[in-house]
């Protein structure tokens, strides 16, 4: 099975523009999760989407927002950037089969806001 | 805060010895899992083990936890330079509604 694709792998944005990023997750896959990750502030959970509908949310401001379609591809936005939003976003998917929640990632996509 | 801590947070060793990372964690967890992160890429899953469970190996990896005292152990042995890389626990807190909390990493170093 091909893995978590993410696209694209780089992006870089000024401050007050807005940005989508996109993640297909491992076919068969209906959970995805999203995460930022710093060198500051390490990798923390931002969404968790399955079958369409928002299972979780971490501790982000309303700026980060995210959908997952019917097929399972999964969308995040953040708008009115910020430099602090400088970061890798991780995607991850998992088979959700059984109660055990390994993730399988994507490689990411660097975002640079100037 | 971080639901797991790494420790320690940086570790330099040589080829074919053998590399211990601890995590510790602060609640009631369902299971426990390392993985792999290699220069800024995405991570690669190493090894699960869940609450009932104290010790698990895979391949060179092996992991113990120890929920009394709330901490997980990751030894990899005969470590090679291709190991080098950045290894995180995260856990599967209790309630935690499908979500994973990860610590901030060890970074190892295995010199040639």
């Known amino acids: 099975k091909a893995g978590v694709t993410q696209t694209p792998r780089y992006l870089i944005k000024t401050r007050g523009q807005q940005v989508t990023l996109s993640c297909s997750p491992i076919?068969?896959?209906?959970?995805v999760s999203w995460y930022q990750q710093t060198p500051g502030q390490g990798l923390q959970f931002l969404f968790e989407?399955?079958?369409?509908?928002?299972?979780n949310k971490g501790n982000f401001p309303g700026r980060f927002s995210g959908r997952q379609f019917s097929n399972s591809r999964s969308e995040m936005n953040v708008s009115t950037l910020e430099l602090g939003d400088s970061a890798l976003y991780l995607c991850?998917?998992?088979?959700?089969?059984?109660?055990?929640?390994?993730?399988?990632f994507g490689p990411g996509t660097r975002l640079t806001v100037l | 805060s971080q639901q797991g801590e790494e420790d320690p947070q940086a570790l330099s060793i040589q080829e074919g010895e053998n590399a211990t990372m601890n995590c510790s964690y602060k609640?009631?967890?369902?299971?426990l899992q390392w993985y792999r992160q290699n220069s800024g890429r995405g991570l690669v899953h190493l090894i699960l083990?869940?609450?009932?469970?104290r010790e698990k190996h895979s391949g060179r990896l092996r992991v113990t936890l120890d929920t009394s005292k709330k901490s997980s152990s990751l030894l990899i042995t005969a470590s090679r330079a291709a190991d080098t890389a950045s290894y995180f626990c995260?856990?599967?807190?209790?309630?935690?509604?499908?979500?994973?909390?990860f610590g901030k990493g060890t970074l190892l170093t295995v010199n040639p």
């Open positions: 991850a998917s998992s088979p959700r089969l059984t109660s055990y929640n390994e993730q399988f």
């Open positions: 076919s068969g896959h209906r959970s």
């Open positions: 989407y399955f079958s369409e509908t928002q299972r």
């Open positions: 609640t009631s967890i369902n299971n």
């Open positions: 083990i869940r609450s009932n469970e």
């Open positions: 995260a856990t599967d807190a209790s309630g935690s509604n499908y979500k994973l909390t």
